[in-house]
């Protein structure tokens, strides 16, 4: 009964975590470019009373064994990069990543930081840089008077310079992408950062060979089902009642058990 009330203390606990990764989700559902996570469980050792195949006679084994688990734990969450919604915006630095990779961007103390969250602006001195005000690694810089500034599919800035007619290349924006995205590290404001699990980021041309589109004048949603995780939560909620039932059970067990011994 003592193991009961812990086994079922596990599942309260993992079913707590569980709602907060979903209120997380749930409270990002209008953050760009914000990609969902999902928690993973695993159960807890055994004790072992009689083990599978034991023999039990002469010509007999146990076919089952005797097995008791206790409880249950969070073995990891998981971040799923599906696709969000491109939705437009119509500003001309907005952009929206259609695929697969993200922008890059470098921090004052020279590390670099992943986003897919495409509001993008100028600073003083006319460079593109994040709503944060860090720089892209693409080194680009808008010219003071630059007029009908467009982001291609391919990534290429174009706009008409001062004076001009015809719109010129100003520069170009490229895409990277991890061996495995899932391995990144969640540094919140929309960054992710390179970890040993996600591997060493590859930088391409955005529309080339496993590297998605640009969508200029675009922003990518967030990716998060506000149903799915209404759904999951009620689950979550349910799970956690049960296992606070399971507990409630083995206290009143124990009751019986000490009026016994009076």
Do not use: C
């Not at 009964?1 to 993992?14: D, E, H, V």
């Not at 919604?85 to 001309?92: F, H, I, K, Q, S």
């Not at 890059?104 to 509001?119: C, D, I, K, N, S």
């Not at 500034?149 to 520069?171: H, K, N, R, Y």
């Amino acid at each position: 009964m003592f193991r009961s009330l812990m086994t079922a203390a596990s599942g309260m606990k993992a079913q707590q975590l569980q709602v907060d990764a979903i209120a997380n989700n749930i409270a990002n559902t209008n953050t760009a470019g914000f990609k969902k996570s999902r928690l993973a469980f695993r159960d807890l050792l055994y004790q072992t009373y009689r083990s599978p195949g034991a023999p039990v006679s002469q010509n007999r084994v146990d076919a089952n064994g005797l097995q008791v688990g206790s409880g249950t734990e969070i073995s990891g969450s998981r971040r799923i990069f599906v696709q969000g919604a491109l939705e437009p915006t119509g500003g001309r630095l907005d952009v929206g990543i259609d695929g697969e990779g993200f922008l890059q961007v470098a921090l004052p103390g020279g590390e670099f930081r992943y986003t897919r969250h495409g509001v993008l602006q100028l600073d003083a001195n006319g460079d593109v840089v994040t709503s944060e005000g860090y720089l892209l690694t693409d080194g680009l810089n808008i010219p003071t008077g630059t007029g009908d500034l467009t982001i291609a599919e391919d990534g290429s800035v174009w706009g008409v310079a001062p004076g001009a007619e015809t719109p010129t290349q100003i520069g170009s924006i490229d895409l990277h992408r991890f061996p495995n995205s899932g391995g990144l590290s969640a540094e919140g404001r929309n960054y992710f950062a390179e970890t040993l699990g996600s591997g060493a980021p590859t930088a391409g041309q955005p529309g080339t060979t496993g590297f998605g589109v640009l969508r200029g004048g675009y922003l990518e949603r967030s990716n998060v089902e506000t149903v799915d995780e209404l759904v999951g939560l009620i689950v979550a909620q349910r799970n956690y009642e049960v296992n606070s039932r399971a507990i409630r059970v083995s206290d009143e067990m124990l009751q019986e058990v000490n009026q016994l011994i009076r």
